[in-house]
Structure formats: C-alpha cells, structure tokens
C-alpha cells in the first residue's frame, strides 16, 4: 500500500444555511443540509455513509437523529460532544475508525439554530452546584477570568485584544458568507459596551445560526473522489479540566498538549503552516494559543498580534473566513474552522485565498478551554 | 470512600457557618468535595475546614443591563484549593493579588454560600 492509501483525508466539505435561517428551522434540518451539499461536493451519496460522527448542545444524541433523518444506518457512531472542538475530535475518531475498517465514508456533521430560537434554549449550561449561588455567566466569565489574569501575568492590554477583533473583520470582509462585513477599528472595539471585564461586546464572538458537515475516507478512495483531497497529517486532544475554576494555570491551555502531539505526528513544527484556523470565541483566545502552539512564546501573545500580523495581508493568515468574531459561530464552531482550512488547501477561497497554501492547521476549543483539538491538513498524504 | 454525599455535607457545614473541603493522605487540599481521591493517589478523603483566608487569582465584572454589577472572582485559598466565587466589596473594584475573606451568607434560591470580602475593607 502507498502512503496514500493509508491516509485519511477530507474528500467533501459544506456549510447550511447561515446567519439567521427561516423560523423554524430545527438544527436537524441545517444538519441534514449541509449533509447533502458535502455529499455533492464530493460526488457521494447518502448511501455511501457508514459512519456518522455528530454533536449539539440542542440534540442530545445527535448522531441518531441525524441518521434517522437522512434514512441511513451507520454501523459506526460517535457523539462525543467536548463543546465547539467536538468536530476535530471527530476528524480523530474518524480517522481511527477508517484506518481499521470500521467505516469507509464518515460524516461529521453539526448544526444549530441557536439565533433563531434562542441561546438559552439552544445552548442550557450544565448548573455547578458549587457555584450557582454566585450567577455566574458561562461561557463569558470564564473567558473574562482568564483574559483577566494574561493581562495580570503578562501586561497583554484591552488593544491588543482588540487587534484580534478586528484582524477578523479585515478577512470577513473578503468572504461573502461573513455576517459582519463592515468597517472595524481599535476604538470601536474599546467604545462597545463592557459585558464582562476585562472583555468588551466585540471581544465576543457572534451568536448566529449555522452549521457544516464534512466527508472523510481513506487515501484511496480519497483521490477517485472530485476535490483535491486535504488530508489528515496529524490530529490530537486534550483536557485540562471541565469548569475554570479548576483550570490549573488559566494563561496556559491544554492546547500545549494537543498542538505537541498534532505536529509531532505531522512530523511538522509552526513555521511550516500557511494558514491557521484558531478557535475565537473570544479575544483573548487565539492569544493563548498562539502561544500554547508555539507560534510565538508565552505571554508574547498580545504583541504577536499588533501589527495586523494575523489580518488579511499579513504575515500570518488567521481565521480567513472572517472567524467567530465576524463571520459565523453557532454556538459549536470547529467544524466550520474545519471546512475553511480544506478551503484554502483546495485553492477555493477567491478574494481570501491565501496563494500557494499546502498545510493547514485547525486548532479548537471547548467548554471553557476544557477541551483542546488541534489538526493539520495538507495537499499531500505525507509532508 | 465518603459515606455521606460530598455535595450535601458540603452544604450541611456552610449552613453551620464553614467552608469545608477535603485533604488527601498527603494533606494536598481538594475542592469541590468528591468521594474519589484524584490525581491517582491511593487512600481516602478526609473533611477539614478552611479559615476562609485566601487571595484573587482573577477577577471580572459582570455587568447588567440596569447598570448594576458583580464582581466574580477565582479565589485562591490559603489551604491550596482554588473556587469560584463573587466578592463582595461594598463598591471598590478587586484586583488580582488582593487578600480576600470568606463571608458566609444567605444567597436566597440556593442557600448560605461562601462570599468573600477584601481584608481590610
């Protein structure tokens, strides 16, 4: 067998409806669409799917509702749900489960409809019997506690965070899905209204409706298929802890662990990647993991980012897509990381294209930096 | 193995005016209370009670629509454990680094609850 046939790539790639979708849309039916666009992207059919990867916060066991609303039978399942980095943790299960035979076509699917219904109904936070006296607001305060302790640690300041606003905006500017597209600077970001210190309204990524699926198979199969295939050269997780109150170290992410891992099995290090899809749920979260990746040190984080290193034109391509911040989050974001770095791989970006990209990282987060996930796709099976 | 349940003996000694948590066999602090012995240390749990003297690790103010606000803060305490809670400082802001103290009070919905204080105020 060649080193093709051994790996596992990304054959087909989709978004549902986004932004704000038709009222009452359930997140099954995104699911199932985006579903179908993968399916043709990749010249696929709903019967070729033997396994189903699939996590929500509105869906409990999702994986079975997606099956029996497509009229399928997968004989490989997977919910694990670890939040929004459920997606690459996906692309690591499912690249275990084609490698052994398990399945030949994996889905990994997500969908969320949590604008049009309502966060509160779409996204219900697990209740911490230890701390429910004292109202706290998930996911924002944990984010804003540990944004809170960078700039203790580190001197990171409210502009440099700012920077990574509206390094987003300058990409969402170029995609034509992004739901924000409008001019952003610095002192907009400074000037919207305090949620939670040190964080700002636009230090906060955006609540929308959306979803993606994305189709995974062996090497082999990979290139009879009728996209360049972006295949999987390293994958790994990681946790650090579920509630942040119980984060060890909050300037420094479990994704120490999981980038290490990930580019040790691509045999591959920082300099080697063309762009980078960084979980921005909030601000301050690419700055972490800028540093726990090893892109720049730690506590570096917040002058990496001035400069427009990260915007469109710059030296580092980061959230081409336009991000969290500005162009979709519903709620669980990974895949949609996930389907931008196949994107650019492909060549498929237009204006946001970023020339002669070959290897991608895919770097997501979930809960309250309790899950890390990191992923690096290329061009080619090997590096 | 605890008998009781970590959650409700926790709950009992806040209503008797403590903040509880456990130590393992090498006295290293645990919090929240749990039946099982973490970090693969062989042994068992056993209950101590804090002093209630600690320092803010992070802090953050939660603002509401009506201009009120909160302070919610990751307190270290002095015994080794770390918890959430809000400090209740009587209008200054907390930082990081300022020493704090616990304040058991009614939280209303849920019962006594461990606020803290800054030392001195």
């Given amino acids: 067998m060649t080193t093709e046939d051994l790996a596992t790539a990304v054959v087909g790639v989709a978004e549902s409806d986004l932004g704000r979708v038709t009222a009452g849309t359930r997140p099954v039916d995104l699911m199932a669409q985006a579903t179908c666009r993968a399916l043709e992207d990749c010249g696929l059919g709903l019967d070729d799917i033997d396994g189903v990867f699939a996590a929500s916060t509105a869906i409990a066991m999702a994986p079975l509702n997606i099956a029996e609303y497509l009229g399928i039978r997968p004989r490989y399942l997977d919910g694990t749900q670890v939040g929004g980095s459920s997606f690459v943790a996906h692309l690591n299960h499912a690249r275990l489960a084609l490698m052994h035979g398990a399945c030949d076509v994996a889905l990994i699917v997500y969908g969320s409809t949590q604008l049009s219904e309502g966060r509160a109904r779409s996204a219900p936070q697990e209740v911490e019997p230890f701390e429910v006296a004292f109202g706290p607001r998930y996911p924002l305060l944990a984010y804003s506690l540990a944004a809170s302790r960078h700039m203790h640690e580190y001197g990171t300041t409210q502009r440099q965070l700012a920077e990574v606003a509206v390094a987003a905006r300058t990409w969402a500017q170029k995609n034509p899905k992004a739901w924000h597209r409008g001019p952003l600077t610095v002192d907009d970001v400074l000037e919207s209204r305090p949620v939670a210190t040190p964080l700002r309204l636009l230090d906060c990524c955006l609540v929308t409706d959306g979803g993606g699926a994305v189709v995974m198979t062996r090497g082999d199969r990979a290139r009879d298929l009728r996209r360049q295939p972006a295949y999987l050269l390293g994958v790994a997780e990681a946790t650090s802890h579920r509630h942040i109150a119980q984060m060890p170290d909050l300037t420094r992410t479990a994704a120490v662990e999981s980038g290490r891992r990930a580019f040790t099995m691509a045999q591959l290090a920082p300099s080697d990647i063309d762009v980078l899809g960084l979980y921005d749920a909030f601000t301050i979260t690419p700055i972490l993991f800028l540093e726990d990746l090893g892109f720049c040190d730690k506590g570096e984080g917040g002058s990496y980012v001035e400069g427009g290193r990260l915007a469109f034109g710059g030296d580092l391509p980061m959230n081409t897509n336009g991000g969290g911040l500005s162009y979709n989050h519903p709620g669980m974001y990974g895949l949609l990381s996930i389907i931008e770095a196949v994107r650019q791989l492909r060549g498929e970006c237009d204006e946001r294209q970023v020339p002669g990209a070959r290897i991608a990282l895919v770097h997501a987060n979930g809960g309250v930096l309790s899950s890390q996930c990191t992923a690096i796709l290329g061009s080619e099976p090997a590096a | ?121």
């Fill in chain 2, 1 to 121: 193995m605890s008998p009781d349940a970590p959650l409700e003996t926790y709950r009992t000694r806040l209503a008797a005016g403590v903040l509880a948590f456990q130590r393992d066999d090498h006295d290293r602090a645990v919090f929240p209370p749990r039946s099982v012995t973490p970090h693969g240390n062989s042994g068992s749990l056993r209950w101590d009670e804090s002093e209630g003297y600690g320092v803010i690790y992070a802090i953050s103010t939660l603002s509401k629509s009506d201009g009120s606000c909160r302070h919610l803060a990751l307190v270290n305490l002095d015994e080794g454990f770390r918890m959430l809670s809000e400090v209740r400082s009587a209008g200054r802001t907390p930082r990081i680094g300022q020493p704090v103290q616990v304040r058991i009070e009614d939280s209303g919905s849920a019962g006594p609850a461990p606020y803290f204080v800054i030392v001195g105020s």
